[in-house]
């Protein structure tokens, strides 16, 4: 329940006045009960009056006027009015000594115990206590600010009205302002009319038209003048964002600045910030990296930088909220430090923009400013510490070996938010931090912050018992739980919400699997921790409610409507891309953008047969043979008599020479190859004009090594005569029993069987008896292996067979120097020189070490040399330029299971990737754009995937 009221302070050089209005149905609660009453049924009465005014906490300032203590009286406020409204109360404030009211000269206005009855025209109403603007240096005893009744329609009638009794009058202390209070700005308006004073409910916003406005994770509250989002139980946050609690919760974001470190001038922009919340028990690690030297290590002090996350995600002790309970994910905080005894000023404002996919909150902070520097030696040690304002004194220590020299500076920090106006504002709190703690990496170049922090009420605000263990850390509850404090100092563990189990070992609950989702018709349920993310399928969108999926309105076709700019239809081709516009390219045999197209001379190329003429046409070309030749002009023969010759490729060569790059080869520098009487390649070849002689095979390719200069003895080729071998000992153990036999052995005699090299089948067998059994190289049999008739020994080779090695083919041209193969091993991704056919196993390196992923998927942009990749682990998609120092950047990490193979079409600027978990094969752009699914039905784990880049 809440009480809701407006006030509102109007002035102009000369008058203050104060308006206050409550509205109808605006208090729901007339009364409370205290935090000491225990199990006592005691219920205090709710009171309406004013304070001195002169203090920061408002609950220990004195009682200046007590307006209504009673059921009767507080309710009779939104009925009555001193103004002829009702609900509406309006006040002249003076700050004259001296009130004559009602005739009575010196007399104060009277104080009434209950509120008036409306008044008449003419008269003056009782007045209603305000602070002035005038600030007064003591209490004075009489003739303080005067209050005034204010008659709507006579500002001339500002007379008190009293019973001649005395008042107490007070001081005004606008200074006194505490940043856990919440103020009203009014700005001044020159044409302001006191006379008329409206309320109107017909556009009050409610619950029906702007629930969508609340986290999935709340519910929505009418109030009597607008509504406000609550997180549910299990959950926290102010309405809009809501989070589990207990959960782990990650933030990512940017850094900026410009910082005087000395003398030195230091910028740097879009650095990375990265923070890790263990929300059980208040626990924020933050970590800063890429800011240059020296600023890096000057930043060291500045707590406040990571001390945001601490206050956003405290430990909250009962009753008490952490920043993120108030303020949500929207939010900017500005934040001034003063160095001392130096004076170094520095300005941070960090704004943060909302939760992203996961539950990630994102910010963005620039820093700006002078900081102290600090040498390369010292270590910076923070003090532990307590706030209840937003400003303060930080105490620091710097280190250096075993001199220590404590400094400090003054801290303003203003946090800016849109909170829900009609729930009653938080009370005065403390944040208590425990353990701060700065360091800077130099290995990782990361700035690190570590702070653990709890919030609860400011001292006085409430009996502060023996702290829990759940407020210190010293319970043994396992994250994703939360300590729940109990009596003392006693607690129990319990499961955050998504978790299950018994608090001290929870595990995430499947809501997909299991059918707790809210998933929708059309939708895909995908499970994350502590929660689940319904995404909709191929051609669906998210509805309203956040949770079904409805069909994509079909965008127009462009190519079909004629609205686009590509070249002619017999030039260019209109690719429709799906999403309402389309792309041009121009069709084979033509070049250009698709918009321009000019045609292509194939002909430069000569892509003909050397007896053959090239003829152009536009986008194509043709060949014809010359006359006296034969064929489609790709292959042209000699023809005698019309009848076409065939010719073996050595007299092909001679009949029709080649152009080909000079070099030593044999057909290189006009080269005509020798032929021998069958029409083949002779061995030996010699240049008829260098003097260059070589042997080449039967293709007609030189054999390395072969070349020999001019005027030195031609190299010696052909394969030599072979030689007859002598019989090995199964050839001559064989011979022997044959001759033994008479030539012709009986069925029952044992002749052993040889190998064609001349060693002994491995298999032996004796005759027609069926006996078989395996042999060594030696031809003894081995112990064992003998069999029965009718089955026979597995037997392996005794003799090893010759090692084969792979050749290139003749007709493939090795890779161009320069070639690398990239290949992913783990979490690697490797570079491996090519030398021609060979691997350059020496020049291989590292490229990138991605530790905690799993590369699967890889795939190279020419282009822009960038490498890209999937990770199965990280359940994403990256990529990283070749150069050094090229820091890997994802670009997909939402929507995907198990992501593996990957292509890229590097003419479109396009990926392709098959997901085995989704079943599904994806593509999008390059920086991870206009994604969209193209196949999802059908597909049992795909995982390999490649694209034609040129035929598209």
Same mark, same amino acid.
Request: proline content about 10%.
């Given at each position: 329940?809440?009480?809701?009221?407006?006030?509102?302070?109007?002035?102009?050089?000369?008058?203050?006045?104060?308006?206050?209005?409550?509205?109808?149905?605006?208090?729901?609660?007339?009364?409370?009960?205290?935090?000491?009453?225990?199990?006592?049924?005691?219920?205090?009465?709710?009171?309406?009056?004013?304070?001195?005014?002169?203090?920061?906490?408002?609950?220990?300032?004195?009682?200046?006027?007590?307006?209504?203590?009673?059921?009767?009286?507080?309710?009779?406020?939104?009925?009555?009015?001193?103004?002829?409204?009702?609900?509406?109360?309006?006040?002249?404030?003076?700050?004259?000594?001296?009130?004559?009211?009602?005739?009575?000269?010196?007399?104060?206005?009277?104080?009434?115990?209950?509120?008036?009855?409306?008044?008449?025209?003419?008269?003056?109403?009782?007045?209603?206590?305000?602070?002035?603007?005038?600030?007064?240096?003591?209490?004075?005893?009489?003739?303080?600010?005067?209050?005034?009744?204010?008659?709507?329609?006579?500002?001339?009638?500002?007379?008190?009205?009293?019973?001649?009794?005395?008042?107490?009058?007070?001081?005004?202390?606008?200074?006194?302002?505490?940043?856990?209070?919440?103020?009203?700005?009014?700005?001044?308006?020159?044409?302001?009319?006191?006379?008329?004073?409206?309320?109107?409910?017909?556009?009050?916003?409610?619950?029906?038209?702007?629930?969508?406005?609340?986290?999935?994770?709340?519910?929505?509250?009418?109030?009597?003048?607008?509504?406000?989002?609550?997180?549910?139980?299990?959950?926290?946050?102010?309405?809009?964002?809501?989070?589990?609690?207990?959960?782990?919760?990650?933030?990512?974001?940017?850094?900026?600045?410009?910082?005087?470190?000395?003398?030195?001038?230091?910028?740097?922009?879009?650095?990375?910030?990265?923070?890790?919340?263990?929300?059980?028990?208040?626990?924020?690690?933050?970590?800063?990296?890429?800011?240059?030297?020296?600023?890096?290590?000057?930043?060291?002090?500045?707590?406040?930088?990571?001390?945001? #996350?601490?206050?956003?995600?405290?430990?909250?002790?009962?009753?008490?909220?952490?920043?993120?309970?108030?303020?949500?994910?929207? #939010?900017?905080?500005?934040?001034?430090?003063?160095?001392?005894?130096?004076?170094?000023?520095?300005?941070?404002?960090?704004?943060?923009?909302?939760?992203?996919?996961?539950?990630?909150?994102?910010?963005?902070?620039?820093?700006?400013?002078?900081?102290?520097?600090?040498?390369?030696?010292?270590?910076?040690?923070?003090?532990?510490?307590?706030?209840?304002?937003?400003?303060?004194?930080?105490?620091?220590?710097?280190?250096?070996?075993?001199?220590?020299?404590?400094?400090?500076?003054?801290?303003?920090?203003?946090?800016?938010?849109?909170?829900?106006?009609?729930?009653?504002?938080?009370?005065?709190?403390?944040?208590?931090?425990?353990?701060?703690?700065?360091?800077?990496?130099?290995?990782?170049?990361?700035?690190?912050?570590?702070?653990?922090?709890?919030?609860?009420?400011?001292?006085?605000?409430?009996?502060?018992?023996?702290?829990?263990?759940?407020?210190?850390?010293?319970?043994?509850?396992?994250?994703?739980?939360?300590?729940?404090?109990?009596?003392?100092?006693?607690?129990?563990?319990?499961?955050?919400?998504?978790?299950?189990?018994?608090?001290?070992?929870?595990?995430? *609950?499947?809501?997909?699997?299991?059918?707790?989702?809210?998933?929708?018709?059309?939708?895909?349920?995908?499970?994350?921790?502590?929660?689940?993310?319904?995404?909709?399928?191929?051609?669906?969108?998210?509805?309203?409610?956040?949770?079904?999926?409805?069909?994509?309105?079909?965008?127009?076709?462009?190519?079909?409507?004629?609205?686009?700019?590509?070249?002619?239809?017999?030039?260019?081709?209109?690719?429709?891309?799906?999403?309402?516009?389309?792309?041009?390219?121009?069709?084979?045999?033509?070049?250009?953008?698709?918009?321009?197209?000019?045609? *292509?001379?194939?002909?430069?190329?000569?892509?003909?047969?050397?007896?053959?003429?090239?003829?152009?046409? @536009?986008?194509?070309?043709?060949?014809?043979?010359?006359?006296?030749?034969?064929?489609?002009?790709?292959?042209?023969?000699?023809?005698?008599?019309?009848?076409?010759?065939?010719?073996?490729?050595?007299?092909?060569?001679?009949?029709?020479?080649?152009?080909?790059?000079?070099?030593?080869?044999?057909?290189?520098?006009?080269?005509?190859?020798?032929?021998?009487?069958?029409?083949?390649?002779?061995?030996?070849?010699?240049?008829?004009?260098?003097?260059?002689?070589?042997?080449?095979?039967?293709?007609?390719?030189?054999?390395?090594?072969?070349?020999?200069?001019?005027?030195?003895?031609?190299?010696?080729?052909?394969?030599?005569?072979?030689?007859?071998?002598?019989?090995?000992?199964?050839?001559?153990?064989?011979?022997?029993?044959?001759?033994?036999?008479?030539?012709?052995?009986?069925?029952?005699?044992?002749?052993?069987?040889?190998?064609?090299?001349?060693?002994?089948?491995?298999?032996?067998?004796?005759?027609?008896?069926?006996?078989?059994?395996?042999?060594?190289?030696?031809?003894?049999?081995?112990?064992?292996?003998?069999?029965?008739?009718?089955?026979?020994?597995?037997?392996?080779?005794?003799?090893?067979?010759?090692?084969?090695? @792979?050749?290139?083919?003749?007709?493939?041209? @090795?890779?161009?120097?320069?070639?690398?193969?990239?290949?992913?091993?783990?979490?690697?991704?490797?570079?491996?020189?090519?030398?021609?056919?060979?691997?350059?196993?020496?020049?291989?390196?590292?490229?990138?070490?991605?530790?905690?992923?799993?590369?699967?998927?890889?795939?190279?942009?020419?282009?822009?040399?960038?490498?890209?990749?999937?990770?199965?682990?990280?359940?994403?998609?990256?990529?990283?330029?070749?150069?050094?120092?090229?820091?890997?950047?994802?670009?997909?990490?939402?929507?995907?299971?198990?992501?593996?193979?990957?292509?890229?079409?590097?003419?479109?600027?396009?990926?392709?990737?098959?997901?085995?978990?989704?079943?599904?094969?994806?593509?999008?752009?390059?920086?991870?754009?206009?994604?969209?699914?193209?196949?999802?039905?059908?597909?049992?784990?795909?995982?390999?995937?490649?694209?034609?880049?040129?035929?598209?």
């Amino acid at each position: 329940q809440l009480n809701t009221f407006q006030a509102v302070i109007a002035y102009n050089d000369e008058d203050t006045y104060s308006i206050f209005l409550y509205p109808e149905g605006g208090l729901q609660f007339l009364g409370t009960r205290p935090k000491e009453s225990y199990n006592v049924q005691l219920e205090l009465p709710a009171r309406v009056g004013f304070s001195w005014g002169d203090s920061d906490d408002p609950k220990r300032d004195g009682l200046f006027h007590s307006l209504a203590s009673s059921e009767q009286a507080l309710r009779s406020l939104e009925r009555e009015s001193n103004a002829g409204i009702p609900g509406v109360w309006v006040f002249h404030v003076g700050s004259t000594e001296h009130v004559e009211p009602g005739g009575a000269q010196g007399a104060a206005p009277a104080v009434p115990q209950s509120p008036p009855e409306p008044p008449s025209p003419g008269t003056a109403s009782f007045p209603h206590p305000v602070s002035s603007h005038t600030a007064m240096a003591q209490r004075p005893s009489r003739g303080g600010p005067a209050l005034l009744g204010f008659v709507p329609g006579r500002r001339d009638t500002q007379e008190p009205r009293g019973d001649g009794g005395t008042g107490q009058s007070f001081s005004a202390n606008p200074s006194s302002y505490s940043s856990g209070q919440h103020g009203v700005g009014v700005e001044e308006d020159v044409h302001f009319n006191p006379d008329v004073f409206t309320y109107s409910a017909a556009s009050r916003e409610t619950c029906a038209q702007h629930h969508g406005q609340c986290s999935p994770h709340a519910f929505c509250t009418d109030y009597a003048a607008g509504f406000c989002c609550h997180c549910r139980a299990s959950f926290y946050g102010n309405g809009r964002q809501c989070l589990p609690k207990g959960a782990v919760h990650r933030l990512n974001g940017k850094v900026s600045g410009s910082l005087r470190v000395g003398r030195a001038s230091v910028r740097f922009q879009d650095v990375d910030l990265h923070a890790y919340i263990v929300g059980s028990d208040g626990r924020a690690y933050t970590a800063v990296s890429g800011v240059p030297q020296p600023a890096a290590r000057a930043l060291l002090p500045l707590l406040p930088l990571g001390g945001l #996350f601490a206050w956003l995600f405290a430990l909250e002790e009962p009753g008490s909220e952490n920043g993120f309970s108030i303020t949500g994910a929207e #939010f900017t905080q500005s934040l001034e430090v003063t160095f001392y005894p130096g004076g170094e000023t520095v300005q941070v404002t960090q704004t943060a923009e909302g939760l992203g996919p996961d539950n990630y909150l994102s910010l963005r902070t620039h820093i700006q400013g002078e900081v102290p520097f600090l040498p390369e030696n010292v270590t910076v040690h923070i003090t532990p510490y307590k706030a209840v304002t937003s400003s303060g004194q930080r105490e620091y220590v710097v280190a250096a070996g075993t001199a220590n020299q404590t400094l400090s500076y003054r801290l303003r920090q203003n946090i800016t938010f849109t909170g829900c106006p009609h729930a009653r504002p938080p009370a005065r709190q403390r944040l208590s931090v425990a353990r701060a703690f700065a360091l800077f990496d130099s290995h990782e170049h990361a700035l690190r912050y570590a702070l653990a922090a709890r919030i609860g009420p400011a001292p006085g605000d409430a009996e502060n018992p023996g702290v829990s263990p759940c407020h210190d850390g010293s319970h043994t509850c396992e994250a994703p739980a939360r300590c729940q404090p109990g009596v003392g100092t006693e607690y129990t563990c319990e499961c955050a919400a998504g978790y299950r189990g018994d608090g001290r070992g929870c595990r995430d *609950v499947d809501e997909c699997s299991e059918g707790l989702s809210q998933c929708g018709p059309f939708s895909v349920c995908l499970n994350v921790p502590g929660s689940y993310r319904c995404e909709c399928r191929g051609g669906y969108q998210p509805a309203g409610d956040g949770q079904a999926c409805v069909p994509l309105a079909p965008p127009s076709d462009p190519c079909e409507a004629g609205r686009h700019r590509c070249a002619p239809g017999d030039r260019a081709r209109c690719l429709s891309r799906g999403d309402g516009r389309a792309t041009c390219e121009c069709l084979p045999g033509y070049s250009g953008d698709g918009i321009h197209c000019s045609d *292509v001379d194939e002909c430069a190329e000569s892509p003909c047969h050397p007896a053959a003429i090239c003829y152009n046409t @536009p986008g194509s070309f043709s060949c014809r043979c010359r006359p006296g030749y034969a064929g489609d002009g790709f292959q042209c023969t000699y023809a005698v008599e019309g009848n076409p010759q065939h010719l073996t490729p050595c007299q092909h060569e001679r009949m029709y020479p080649r152009e080909v790059p000079p070099g030593p080869s044999p057909v290189g520098d006009g080269h005509v190859p020798q032929c021998d009487e069958q029409g083949q390649y002779r061995p030996l070849q010699c240049h008829s004009s260098s003097g260059h002689c070589w042997c080449v095979d039967a293709a007609g390719q030189e054999i390395a090594g072969t070349r020999t200069a001019p005027g030195t003895t031609p190299p010696r080729c052909g394969s030599p005569e072979p030689t007859e071998r002598p019989p090995s000992m199964c050839e001559r153990w064989r011979q022997s029993l044959l001759e033994h036999y008479g030539g012709s052995p009986r069925g029952d005699q044992y002749v052993p069987q040889c190998e064609p090299s001349g060693d002994f089948t491995p298999l032996q067998c004796h005759g027609d008896s069926g006996y078989c059994w395996c042999v060594e190289q030696s031809g003894r049999e081995i112990p064992g292996t003998r069999s029965e008739p009718g089955t026979a020994p597995p037997c392996l080779p005794s003799v090893a067979p010759p090692s084969v090695r @792979p050749e290139p083919r003749p007709d493939v041209s @090795p890779p161009a120097s320069g070639t690398f193969l990239l290949y992913a091993q783990g979490q690697q991704i490797g570079y491996l020189p090519l030398n021609g056919t060979r691997l350059h196993k020496e020049a291989a390196k590292t490229l990138l070490s991605l530790h905690g992923s799993i590369v699967v998927g890889i795939d190279y942009d020419c282009r822009e040399r960038m490498i890209y990749w999937t990770d199965v682990a990280g359940r994403s998609i990256s990529r990283a330029g070749l150069e050094p120092g090229s820091e890997p950047e994802t670009i997909i990490s939402s929507g995907l299971i198990s992501p593996e193979g990957l292509a890229v079409d590097h003419l479109r600027r396009a990926m392709f990737w098959t997901d085995s978990g989704l079943d599904r094969i994806e593509r999008a752009r390059l920086d991870g754009s206009e994604r969209r699914v193209l196949f999802d039905s059908e597909l049992v784990n795909p995982r390999a995937i490649a694209v034609d880049p040129v035929r598209g």
